[in-house]
């Protein structure tokens, strides 16, 4: 078996397993918006190509020199067909964080439940929620609890509304996102890094925005659709509309759309574990998958712990809810390119 290094991926036997994320089409348009340099490696033994992996370097002030699969999305970028392949591609990714000096890598992909191999770490932190999709909206609220089920019918008569879209929803969802992420005390990116996603991933990718009663923004989200699987990358919703049950419409909206299309599985997204996300998430009775979070430490770098589970950050995010509009939107994407 061999490693050979690649412009593009050429594995669509592994494409499942690499996510949405993993694909050519995500590390190109981090690329363009970020300028992250992008490493690609197959596994290969007698021309069947075995193991993927996308690694993206990233360099921040802040966040430090490391390597990372999936950039700003939850899991993926490697996939294997066996244990040997694997390992080739570890070995591969950390010949090349010792080369480039990165303090340390981090490789995120669906297989929790597995064990990592020597000189790399598993940290535990992160669950991905899957809702297996039935033939009708009706199948699928019996499956919840009769509170849930009382809280998903009480959204639907708030006069909230849905919009479902691409390019042309771009102003709307990028409100929508900015706004609540700034509410919840974390930066968010540019526009254009919603308008490049958008190109890039072309049809796969859908914007939803919600509006209330009186047309305002109230929240949205960004889903994508590889195979069989709607994958849900961001879904917030806004402060002055929580209280109205509006998760509960924007989630139940876009189940309702994933079944329409014949979807059999929706991918809630990644939540840290007792976190109150998964809180919100469980409520759908979806299945918990661990997310295989593997590290490789560079001697003397601890196990980075970028999340809200690190006393640093809850400073951090309780002072930028205070911050106004007009300095988190140009300093924000300054701060989150070095979160991938």
Do not use: C
Not at 188 to 199: G, I, P, V
Not at 220 to 242: E, K, S, Y
């Amino acid at each position: 078996m061999k490693v050979q290094h690649v412009d593009k991926l050429n594995a669509p036997e592994l494409e499942h397993q690499l996510s949405f994320s993993g694909l050519d089409s995500w590390s190109d348009f981090v690329n363009e918006v970020y300028k992250y340099k992008v490493y690609k490696f197959e596994a290969v033994e007698d021309t069947k190509i075995l193991a993927a992996l996308t690694l993206v370097e990233v360099k921040h002030p802040v966040f430090g020199h490391y390597l990372v699969t999936s950039p700003f999305g939850s899991h993926g970028g490697f996939a294997f067909e066996n244990h040997a392949a694997r390992d080739i591609l570890l070995d591969e990714a950390r010949r090349l964080a010792q080369e480039i000096k990165v303090e340390y890598t981090a490789i995120r992909f669906d297989a929790g439940e597995s064990s990592p191999p020597e000189n790399w770490i598993q940290h535990p932190a992160y669950y991905t929620y899957l809702l297996d999709l039935p033939a009708t909206p009706e199948e699928m609220i019996k499956k919840f609890s009769s509170d849930h089920r009382n809280h998903v019918r009480k959204s639907l008569k708030k006069g909230f509304t849905i919009h479902f879209g691409h390019l042309d929803l771009l102003d709307d969802i990028y409100e929508a996102l900015a706004r609540s992420m700034h509410e919840l005390g974390s930066p968010y990116h540019t526009k254009d890094y919603l308008r490049s996603m958008a190109q890039h991933l072309g049809s796969t990718l859908e914007f939803a925005v919600m509006y209330d009663s009186q047309g305002k923004i109230a929240g949205g989200g960004i889903f994508i659709v590889q195979g069989d699987t709607l994958f849900n990358l961001h879904a917030n919703i806004l402060r002055f509309v929580r209280s109205n049950y509006a998760g509960e419409f924007l989630y139940w909206s876009v189940i309702e759309r994933g079944i329409q299309k014949g979807l059999k599985t929706f991918d809630l997204g990644r939540s840290l574990t007792g976190s109150g996300n998964e809180v919100f998430k469980m409520k759908w009775a979806p299945r918990k998958k661990l997310l295989a979070y593997w590290h490789w430490l560079a001697p003397g770098h601890p196990l980075p712990v970028l999340n809200q589970k690190n006393p640093k950050f809850q400073i951090a995010i309780a002072v930028w809810k205070q911050l106004p509009a007009f300095v988190v939107r140009p300093l924000g994407p300054h701060l989150v390119r070095g979160l991938a």
